[in-house]
């Protein structure tokens, strides 16, 4: 693979080489490929074919960017001729033109509103509740009887951060409403998994079992989301308390300009967004560092040794998060390994030139953060897990795309500061009471659908570890 990259001016003088890719059949393309071992595949071509790969499912043809100069130029440099269009409408069927899927005035305008409430100073007031949230895990852990049993504990973890994004964004514990959604998302996260993966599933227009179930659960959604917001409207009305919640938040902004804020549509909209990613993609990583600490006593030893010094044995609070360095270093090398958003698409509005090579206008463009994370070029022994790499006292001599758990460029996520947050205090609080092993003969293997799951879950056993451990 090359290592350098350049782009001509906007193609006008050089329309760039023709990008090559693997063969595929006639009428599905690469289809199967890509379905059979979705990371396999994408390892496999850009190994092969170098910064700019072609591959074709059915009938649309994706460019693959495998350079961080050329993902740059999509998500940054040259981002207003790469839009998220119809390739989010899986995503767009749930969110709406939430921040995710909008683009455009209404993506500029819906960012500048909601910046101010995932500022840190904000977001720092959502400490106690994540660490109370997993003490109250741990609790159960401690009375649940059989430790010869082993605990999925992927499944654990999407419970706790959907029960701490439920409270940090409505204020309450999670009573009926908040469950209801919490059921319904999780079909929804379902079906969008299955229609990734199965792309040629009927729309829903076609009244199929699973388009009902499907629709069912929409309709859940927009009636609780969208109840609460009424509610708290009438309470704002007639000057009852406000709240101190992520919803509170979004309802107070207002446009600088306009002085306008959210429509109730909007609202629903950025809530169900904030809901999805900030329970799905914080547990996904999460289980995949309490895997990889299993599989690596050393680094585990280094993390209880910080948590020792650090804490002493009491929980964690948002002020040792900044001390909670190399906890912090074992989220990060997580999340090169097992990117929770393993892959993002755009479309090229006009004709350009990315690493040499022609991307022609309409051209669907997929970029991958788990093919960016484990290139030879920028990243050394790039399967093994080190922590190591992300010491703030080391120079890192790699391009600014190299390494994108969040995206990157204006679009990167908005939620990034309370997800790192989030993920330090619940590993800290965690890791220090207990030790988590794989059962004897588990393979684990990652699941690539809207993200990076591990296939079937994560069983493992718990080890308490006693308070002169901690």
Known sequence: MTTTASNSSAGV?????????PRGSVVLGNTWQLQHDPLAFLMSTAARYGDVARYRLGNVTFYQINHPDGVQRILQDNRHNYLKGDL??????????????????LWLRQRRLMQPTFHRRRIDGFGGVMTRRTLEMLARWEVRGDRERPLDV????TGLTMAIISETMFGNRLDEDTHAVSQALTVLLSDINFRFMI??????????????????????????VLGIIERRRAAEATGEPEHDDLLAMLMEARDADTGEGMSDK??????????????????????????LLARH???????????SEVLGGRAPEISDVANLRYTRMVIDETLRLYPPAWITNRQAVAEDVICGYRIPAGAAVAVSPYVMHHLPAWWHEPYRFNPERFDPDMAHDRPRFAYMPFGGGPHQCIGNTFALMEATLILATVAQSYQLQLPAGVTVRPRPETTLRPDGGLPMLLQPRSANQR
């Open 297 to 307: 006593p050393q680094a585990e030893a280094m993390l209880h040794a910080e948590l």
């Open 199 to 224: 792309p040629f599933y009927p729309s829903l227009r076609w009244p199929t079992l699973r388009n009902r179930r499907t629709l069912a659960a929409m309709g859940t959604v927009d009636d609780v």
């Open 266 to 291: 909007q609202l629903r909209d950025e809530v169900v967004t904030i809901f999805v990613a900030g329970h799905e993609t914080t547990a996904v990583a999460l289980t995949w560092a309490f895997y």
């Open 154 to 157: 992927a499944e654990e973890l």
């Open 88 to 105: 989010f409408d899986i995503i767009r069927m749930v969110g709406g033109d939430g921040l995710f899927t909008s683009e455009g005035d």
């Open 13 to 21: 003088y050089d329309r760039g080489r023709e990008a090559a890719g």
